[in-house]
């Protein structure tokens, strides 16, 4: 690509998400770019790369700063998919930060927006709450998104996505917590069954949970 093209940018952007030992580097050159030919899209998915090796450098305020800075540019597009999206990363990036309050304003906002959109959008968002819900230790609140969990998963079934299958794990915990181990088990059972992408299930902190209960 060109030197200064979006063709570049964009090769940039893929590199940052792609290979962590080139992500901070490749991103801030992206968003430099994109500033600079005026690409707010571009901004965005580049600071949200920056909020990425923030948090894996355990720089987690720093983090929170990046994904602020991609939450306010696809604010300013009026794209509600860009926007959804930005709000749902935010809800992860606060929640490794500890900054729960924010993290839950983030979850809310992301679920409003997702009911308009598509199926798998509303897959992500319950899948976010359901996070938020096993690191708080809310077991009722998890208990109740579980019919919630199983339908979105079920109606998004053909579009491969990790939160298909993890979200029911996750709501599995809630109810074994609340000592309901015949719905943990069948939770648990039909999320192992379609662990198809990021899986194995075993790589799911929920079910080392279960198994300890």
């Given amino acids: ?33 994109g500033e600079a030919l005026g690409d707010s899209k571009l901004v965005a998915f580049a600071s949200e790369a920056q909020s990425l090796g923030a948090s894996e450098g355990r720089r987690y305020q720093e983090a929170c700063e990046w994904v602020d800075r991609a939450v306010e540019v696809a604010q300013a597009q009026g794209d509600p998919s860009d926007e959804g999206h930005q709000y749902w990363n935010a809800g992860f990036v606060y ?23 598509t199926v798998h959008d ?12 096993s690191v708080l230790g809310d077991w009722e609140g998890l208990a109740e998104l579980a019919a919630r969990a199983e339908s979105t998963s079920a109606a998004n079934e053909d579009f491969p996505c990790q939160f298909n299958w993890r979200t029911l794990v996750v709501c599995a915990l809630g109810a074994m917590r609340l000592g309901d181990e015949h719905e943990a088990r069948r939770l648990e059972e039909l999320g192992r069954a379609s662990a198809v992408v990021a899986g194995p299930a075993e790589l799911e902190p929920a079910l080392l949970r279960l198994a300890i209960l």
């Avoid at 030992?21 to 968003?31: D, Q, V, W, Y």
């Avoid at 906002?109 to 308009?116: K, T």
């Fill in 1 to 33: 690509s060109e030197p200064d093209s979006s063709a570049r940018a964009w090769a940039l952007l893929a590199q940052a998400l792609s290979d962590p030992s080139k992500r901070e580097e490749a991103a801030s050159e992206a968003r430099r770019l």
């Fill in 95 to 117: 929640g490794r930060a500890g900054r729960f309050a924010e993290a839950g304003r983030f979850a809310e906002a992301h679920d409003r927006i997702a009911s308009s959109l």
């Fill in 122 to 133: 509303e897959v992500h968002a319950v899948g976010l709450r359901a996070a938020l819900g």
